[in-house]
């Protein structure tokens, strides 16, 4: 993604991946996984785009070179660096480069060590930057060319004005700071954002104990301007390649120096709670899991993605199966790996189909086909008709008078009409 908003910016750019099948894919042509407009965007620009496995390739000609590369959550909650350090180490020669440029999110202090290896590599001419990215999945390349900012963290002059040339044809502005800053400002700004969602969450539990509706709460408290309306949306909690995995880091980045992140392991904590209450709070509803059929709507970690990584539904399914229930799924896009829990589900090709003979339906995920539904239809070839909205996606109301039990995230629960 970034290689070709480079490229559409003006750049010449080679992308160097160590998995053969990803640039097979790349130089056919496809891309290997779901993102809105990435597919045009790359042959609008393919006369300046070259895909290779071979990183030699990559440098030689290079005068900048990004590193994009993941950086997993090891089991000790740290990110797991060692392919950051694979690139750097690719590196040793590249004695004509200007620039290298860390776009992977990485824990504070990370920097400064590329920095010294560079020096020790005798690299101390070419400058370093971090370039965090700030793009979600599903409008990656609308977030990359119009961001609400660029934030840049080098130790030099030359490299920030370097970097922020690349970056000349975007619509928003370059904020340029030292590189620890920069290195906190992606792990904060998720963190925040994860903060903002389980917040919500907790106020919809306290809705539910209290008879208040977490919908109008939050689009009242959106209204003011010092809060927003953003990330307010109460739900299953958050999924994803980034949330789960960049708030552990950062609670581990501040547990190491000695500092316990009291308010962010909450957050986390409230948000691995977030679909185990789901299930306690159907099986309220259906006495019990044991002999019933369950439909999950709605696969992924959000609609608009194939991306299953860190998803609610993932442990919504393993906790039904564990209580002696058959998951039957319905997602568009899904990449289901044929691992537990999915190897013991089944798998369907419409919602409807998903939901015939189902004891009740979880919505998972808010895709616009779980919406359409005609839900007095579906209710009619449910065995019971009971709907567990976990995104706060339908009007509980037209589900009661549809003939359903309905419950929401912080909202009440309606019964049948
Ligand atoms: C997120 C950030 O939004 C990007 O700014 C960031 O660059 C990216 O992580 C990253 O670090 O690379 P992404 O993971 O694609 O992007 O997804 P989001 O749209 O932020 O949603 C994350 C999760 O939060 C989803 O599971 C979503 O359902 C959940 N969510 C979001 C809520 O439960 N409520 C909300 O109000 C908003």
Not at 41 to 57: A, W
Not at 163 to 173: A, F, Y
Not at 304 to 326: K, V
Not at 363 to 377: C, F, N, R, Y
């Amino acid at each position: 993604m970034t290689a070709a908003c480079f490229a559409d910016l003006g750049h010449r750019v080679v992308v160097r991946d160590i998995q053969p099948e990803r640039i097979r894919l790349l130089q056919s042509g496809e891309i290997p996984f779901f993102e809105p407009g990435l597919g045009d965007l790359i042959s609008k620009n393919k006369d300046r785009l070259t895909f290779t496995l071979d990183v030699q390739e990559a440098v030689s000609g290079a005068e900048v070179v990004y590193v994009c590369v993941d950086t997993p959550p090891m089991a000790s909650g740290d990110a797991d660096l060692s392919r950051v350090w694979a690139v750097i180490d690719a590196l040793k020669d590249a004695t004509h480069l200007a620039a290298v440029v860390v776009k992977s999110t990485v824990p504070v202090g990370t920097g400064e060590r590329v920095r010294a290896a560079l020096d020790g590599a005798g690299l101390s001419h070419v400058g370093y930057a971090a370039n965090p990215e700030f793009t979600a999945e599903g409008k990656a390349v609308a977030d990359f060319l119009g961001p609400d900012r660029v934030v840049v963290g080098t130790a030099d002059a030359a490299t920030a004005a370097l970097v922020r040339e690349l970056h000349e044809g975007v619509d928003g502005p370059v904020e340029v700071m030292d590189v620890p800053s920069a290195e906190m400002v992606k792990l904060a700004s998720n963190a925040l954002l994860a903060t903002k969602i389980s917040f919500i969450n907790e106020i919809a539990t306290v809705c539910e104990a209290t008879g208040a509706d977490i919908e109008e709460v939050a689009k009242a408290i959106g209204m003011d301007h010092r809060l927003g309306p953003h990330f307010l949306k109460a739900g299953l909690g958050y999924g994803g390649s980034c949330f789960p995995k960049d708030s552990r880091a950062l609670s581990a980045l501040a547990s190491n120096s000695g500092y316990p992140f009291q308010l962010l392991n909450a957050v986390i904590q409230v948000n691995e709670l977030q679909p185990r209450r789901a299930i306690q709070r159907l099986k309220s509803v259906l006495g019990t899991f044991k002999g019933s059929r369950i439909a999950l709507l709605g696969l992924t970690f959000k609609p608009g993605t194939d991306d299953m990584r860190e998803a609610p539904s993932g442990i919504i399914a393993a906790r039904l199966l564990a209580e002696g229930a058959q998951v039957r799924c319905w997602d568009p896009l899904a990449r289901l790996a044929d691992v537990e829990p999915w190897a013991s589900t089944t798998r369907h090709s419409s919602p409807m189909e998903a939901v015939t003979g189902a004891d009740a339906v979880i919505v998972v995920t808010e895709w616009p086909e779980v919406k359409a539904i005609d839900w007095a239809a579906a209710g009619s070839v449910m065995r019971r008709a009971v709907c567990f909205d976990g995104r706060n996606l339908l009007d509980p109301q037209e589900l009661a008078a549809a003939g359903f039990t309905y419950m929401g995230v912080g909202r009440a629960t309606q019964t049948p009409a």
